[in-house]
């Protein structure tokens, strides 16, 4: 569903990029090629198909997104988790850390230890 989705979108882009195109944005565009006033679709026409066209393609576009983020397709079990979400998971609480001893072995040469007080 979503690889369809996806080449809807794709199609209805270029057919918006190319609707788009062909519009003047002075008023001109395709419909400057029509001046003839006994043709079935004239300039008033035209201008209402291109502006409906975009519109239309639009709300499409919008319409197509919304739709395809809504159905990505989601992977079950843990690969769907994050590394952040993982990492919170294995966390060690700081409180249940052993205590490592203060004093250095008596065994240890080098470095100074503390000596027992009689």
């Not at 919008?62 to 395809?68: G, I, K, P, S």
């Given at each position: ?12 882009c ?8 062909v ?14 006033s ?81």
């Open positions: 569903m979503y690889y369809a989705l996806s080449v809807l979108i794709l199609i209805v270029v057919l918006l990029g190319l609707i788009v195109l519009q003047n944005s002075k008023g001109g565009g395709l419909a400057a090629n029509f001046s003839a006994n043709q079935i679709m004239g300039v008033r026409k035209t201008n209402d198909f291109l502006e409906k066209a975009t519109w239309s393609l639009a709300i499409a576009l919008l319409v197509l997104c919304l739709a395809a983020s809504l159905s990505i397709p989601n992977s079950s079990g843990l690969a769907n988790r994050s590394a952040i979400e993982e990492q919170i998971q294995n966390a060690v609480d700081p409180t249940e850390i052993p205590q490592m001893p203060v004093n250095a072995p008596s065994g240890q040469t080098g470095g100074t230890t503390q000596t027992p007080q009689q």
